[in-house]
């Protein structure tokens, strides 16, 4: 049995790794709904196989200085350079709607809960 992360990644990707590192940990939660979705964000450099287009996702490679931020969620240039940098941060979105958010704080940790 995998662990769920790495089910994750296969079924969203059909990439294979077993150097998973997580970086981040994010609460977003919506007006309205009561349940926050608490988000793990992964990184690695270490994979195996294409990554394929699935039901989550539409791969695609982008130059570091030309990430479409413009069509991404409102958070992610925020929390973006953090990942990219290889700093672990913690974060908290509050949004009305899904692109305008009224309350945040991300901030850089020496460790996530789970370490």
Same mark, same amino acid.
């Given at each position: 049995m995998w662990p769920m992360d790495l089910l994750e990644l296969f079924e969203e990707s059909s990439l294979k790794s077993? $150097?998973?590192?997580?970086?981040?940990?994010?609460? +977003?939660?919506?007006?309205? $709904?009561?349940?926050?979705?608490?988000?793990?964000? +992964?990184?690695?450099s270490k994979f195996e196989g294409e990554p394929t287009e699935s039901s989550e996702m539409r791969p695609q490679w982008f130059n570091v200085n030309d990430i479409p931020f413009d069509t991404m969620w409102p958070d992610d240039h925020l929390w973006f350079p953090l990942f990219l940098n290889g700093t672990k941060f913690k974060g908290y979105f509050l949004f009305e709607g899904h692109d305008k958010i009224l309350k945040q704080t991300l901030d850089k940790v020496d460790s996530l809960p789970d370490e």
């Open positions: 077993d $150097d998973l590192k997580e970086i981040g940990l994010i609460d +977003f939660e919506f007006v309205g $709904d009561p349940q926050i979705l608490e988000v793990h964000v +992964f990184t690695t």
